[in-house]
């Protein structure tokens, strides 16, 4: 068992994988990035399967597995196995929903940067389709 002052493998890459995020968001955050490189970004991190997003989603799965088992041996309670159940299967329909517009923000990616027309304004409250 490690020293407690020790961090381990799951700590330095925790970190690790924390600070790329934190970088990835502070790129997306630039006031001068092009509408292009942010939609494709977007595009890319929505992806259910390659993306951020949906990666995000497997490695909590995983996690909900290794607290069944710890739960089923005791070692947890079983309201934390089932909470990150609930959070799993709520990620994944957001990335469901979210799954729906990653081809506009494709589309988007690829438009040209000084385009003839400029693009028109839309109102902010949609109504969403059932």
């Given at each position: 068992?490690?020293?407690?002052?020790?961090?381990?493998?799951?700590?330095?890459?925790?970190?690790?994988?924390?600070?790329?995020?934190?970088?990835?968001?502070e790129y997306l955050a630039q006031p001068d990035l092009p509408p292009q490189a942010?939609?494709?970004?977007?595009?890319?991190?929505?992806?259910p399967h390659e993306g951020v997003l949906g990666r995000v989603v497997g490695l909590l799965s995983t996690g909900s597995v290794h607290?069944?088992?710890?739960?089923?041996?005791g070692a947890l309670p079983?309201?934390?196995?089932?909470?990150?159940?609930?959070a799993v299967n709520d990620l994944d329909a957001i990335c469901?929903?979210?799954?729906?517009?990653?081809?506009?923000?494709?589309?988007v990616a690829t438009q040209p940067a000084a385009s003839a027309k400029p693009p028109v304004p839309a109102p902010l409250v949609v109504r969403r389709r059932r």
């Amino acid at each position: 068992m490690p020293h407690p002052d020790q961090k381990t493998y799951a700590d330095v890459f925790t970190d690790e994988v924390g600070r790329r995020i934190v970088l990835f968001t502070e790129y997306l955050a630039q006031p001068d990035l092009p509408p292009q490189a942010a939609a494709q970004a977007l595009a890319r991190i929505l992806d259910p399967h390659e993306g951020v997003l949906g990666r995000v989603v497997g490695l909590l799965s995983t996690g909900s597995v290794h607290a069944k088992t710890q739960a089923e041996r005791g070692a947890l309670p079983a309201e934390v196995w089932l909470a990150l159940g609930r959070a799993v299967n709520d990620l994944d329909a957001i990335c469901g929903d979210l799954d729906e517009h990653r081809d506009i923000l494709r589309h988007v990616a690829t438009q040209p940067a000084a385009s003839a027309k400029p693009p028109v304004p839309a109102p902010l409250v949609v109504r969403r389709r059932r």
